[in-house]
């Protein structure tokens, strides 16, 4: 079982930068690939960024070159630091964890941006951006 929780999320202003960040309590955190996903009111929850065992990073196009994904295995913490915002990143941002598979000494993520495939979440910080 892990438990996550996320902070940081705020106001600013389009243009602006934020960065939020999620705590994990695992003793093997460095096992899990962990995510960045976030949802408006009704609409689906979307892939936003998500990082590997070996910190190998992915990005959903619409923030690509924008926002960027970190961990700290040592700390348990993955970092989302979104620049330039828009408008339209405005959203509950969630924080997931799911076991990287392993593959002989090797551990292995599939870097999904589908948040079905994610099994622990956190309860989420609200980013807002005003134009």
């Known amino acids: 079982q892990v438990q996550l929780v996320e902070s940081g999320g705020g106001s600013v202003q389009s243009g602006g930068s934020l960065k939020v960040s999620c705590v994990a309590s695992?003793?093997?955190?460095?096992?899990?690939?962990m995510g960045w996903f976030r949802q408006v009111p009704g609409k689906e929850r979307e892939g936003v960024a998500i990082?590997?065992?070996?910190?190998?990073?992915t990005y959903a196009p619409s923030v690509e070159g924008r926002f960027t994904i970190s961990r700290d295995n040592a700390k348990n913490m993955v970092y989302l630091e979104l620049n330039s915002l828009k408008p339209e990143d405005a959203a509950m941002y969630y924080c997931?964890?799911?076991?990287?598979?392993?593959?002989?000494?090797?551990?292995?993520?599939?870097?999904?941006?589908?948040?079905?495939?994610?099994?622990?979440w956190g309860q989420g910080t609200q980013v807002t951006v005003s134009s």
């Open positions: 990082i590997g065992a070996a910190h190998y990073a």
């Open positions: 997931a964890a799911e076991p990287a598979l392993r593959l002989s000494s090797t551990l292995v993520c599939a870097m999904s941006l589908i948040p079905s495939q994610y099994t622990y």
């Open positions: 695992t003793n093997d955190f460095s096992d899990y690939c």
